[in-house]
């Protein structure tokens, strides 16, 4: 029996990963990432940068992110401090999942990752304050190739667990293009990314 179990979800590619927990009666002892366990365990990416963001409110509202073409990034998720509905799109045209979303509770009790493939819109809003939320990358940020569409996008039915005159969000996340603007200009080809 491995060290991590690891479950599919219903988007294609998309799986979360549940490292052993050691609890005892000061706290408890975590891998949060075994190179070799994971690759053991069919997950198998090159992970060159580490990311944190806080989030201080209950209600931020981050997304929906990614990156185009050579710069498109596989991330593994994780909250070490309070919880998030983690929530991402396959926007990989020609996937058997295209354009389904799904959200997953991710927080820092359940002790949940989420991997993320490359051609997902990716989001997350928070449930509590004090948000810390830490992902791995496997390739670097390039503000060039960042990209995204708007998280209020009808057409996906996409249910976010927030009123939208509540959300706290970037500047840019408040104005990014439709998600039909970005359908005319997809990047992303199941398959070829
Ligand atoms: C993502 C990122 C941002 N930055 C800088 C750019 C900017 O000045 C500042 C804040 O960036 P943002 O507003 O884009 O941060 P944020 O809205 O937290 O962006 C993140 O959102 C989640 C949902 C994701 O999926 C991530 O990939 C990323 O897009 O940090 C970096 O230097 N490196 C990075 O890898």
Redesign the pocket.
Known sequence: MGKLKVTETKLQDVKIIEPAIFGDKRGFFTETYSDRDFKEAGINFNFI?D?Q?LSADAGVL??L?FQRGKAAQT?LIRVVSGAVLDLIVDVRAGSPTYKQWEGYIISASNHRQLLVPKGFA???VTLTDNVNFLYKCDNY?DAAA?GGFSFKTPELGIQWPIDFDQAIT?E??ANQPTFAEFEKNNPFVYGEI
Request: glycine share 14%; aromatic share 14%.
């Open positions: 940068q990311n963001s981050r997304g992110h991330k990716h989001g997350f940020y960042d970037s840019k996340d």
